[in-house]
């Protein structure tokens, strides 16, 4: 790698959505600004907030903080189910609003865009214009209670550490000529791709602080790392541009998909959880034929809450919301497919395998992934037609659900659970819109 000094330029610019969930309901509900508020999956003490505004964060209140705990920190928080569908629809609005200022060239998650800079913009004093427009844009053409952190830097990575280093509605730049002391002082768990159990295992090899991991050459940090990502990183913390920029490697081929639920309350029981079940397989069955794909496998996973004498005797672990649990899982292959139907089939003939029993009558969470897809090009049909002709079913109910909402038509065993399991944002996914709803 090129060791003459960089020019002072920036190459990328990363936006990152301050309190995104939160903040969409601060500007759907004008009331609730300037006030505690904190998104839930579920009204439920047991799960945890997923967002936190800013009035909430400074009471100690986070993403992962239990809703009960929320309550004792703020007696008054305002507690909002979350709402993915509107999420969706504001993350796309909002990167028309950036396109609009400048084209927006990878979308990380739900609450971050990068802008990579070209020619003339890469200047310190045009790319900070860029980034105050783009502020400007979002705040006036999708809402004013909608603020970003920006992060300008000569590489993706850099950019996205500088991002977090000034919220709310932060503007931050790290220039070759200021690195790497400009990043000194941050934690090892503010770089991306470090978590708890990486730092943990930095620590263990005498690494504690960002100077002490600043300090070692690139030898020194493909040592550490055992890894090519050591020497990347080498790179990137001193401004170098390299060819994929801390961007993840995509595959060549998506290779599943699906949805996974934690119950409300009145559906963790045996006929509830079959429900959910049965709409969360609904869903993931359209989508695959939305996204032009047959699948030949199907999992599904169950969780079951334990008593305290439960966790004591058996094996369990606790779940992020604090729940003490056991799980199950439980994996199929079939021929190719893509009809709800035979889906359907393969669904009940897991669930009759799972586990029975006094430690097992309290499912709190329900997950089906659909695996092993292929390209409806790359499919072979088969030689003698399905004589049910399932295809067709699937097709017709695909068309109306299309037009009048994903749950219009569908199988009678998912009714109790109709309006249960609504559209969950993954941060590295964004919902698409199918027809009139988001998946």
Known sequence: MDSHPQPDRFGFLHIDLNSFFASVEQQLHPEFRGKPLAVVPTMADTTCCIAASYEAKALGIKTGTQVGEAKRLCPGIILIEGNHTEYAKYSHAIAEAVELICPVAHT??????????????????????????????????????????????????????????????????????????????????????????????????????????????????????????????????????????????????QKSLGHSHVLAPEHRSAEGSWAVAHKLLHKAA??????????????????????????????????????????????????????????????????????QGPDFQKPFFVGVTLRNLIPESEYQAELFADPNNRAGLSATMDKLNLKYGHTTLHFAGMLPARESAPTRIAFTQIPVQYGVDYM
Request: charged share 30%; net charge positive.
């Open 108 to 253: 990380p998650s739900i609450d971050e865009m990068v802008c990579q800079l070209m020619g003339r913009e890469r200047e310190p004093p045009r790319a900070r214009k860029i980034a105050l427009e783009i502020k400007q844009s979002i705040y006036t053409r999708v809402g004013e209670a909608l603020r970003c952190s920006i992060g300008m830097a000569p590489n993706r990575y850099l950019a996205k550490i500088a991002s977090d280093m000034q919220k709310p509605d932060g503007l931050i730049g790290l220039l070759p000529s200021q690195l790497p002391r400009a990043i000194s002082h941050i934690d090892l768990r503010d770089l991306p791709g470090v978590g708890a159990k990486t730092e943990i295992r930095l620590n263990a090899k005498g690494i504690t602080t960002m100077e002490q991991l600043l300090a070692l050459d690139r030898e020194g940090m493909h040592k550490l790392w055992d890894s090519v990502w050591g020497d990347r990183l080498y790179h990137w913390l001193r401004g170098a541009e390299s060819g994929d920029d801390g961007a993840p490697v995509a595959s060549d081929v």
């Open 286 to 355: 359209m989508r695959l034929r939305m996204e032009k794909f047959y699948t030949g496998s199907l999992a599904v996973t169950i969780r079951y809450q334990l008593t305290k004498e439960q966790s004591e005797r058996m094996k369990s672990k606790k779940h992020f919301s604090g729940i003490k649990q056991s799980g199950w899982a439980m994996e199929a292959r079939f021929r190719d497919c893509q009809d709800t139907l035979t889906l359907l089939e393969v669904l009940r003939s897991l669930w009759s395998e799972r586990p």
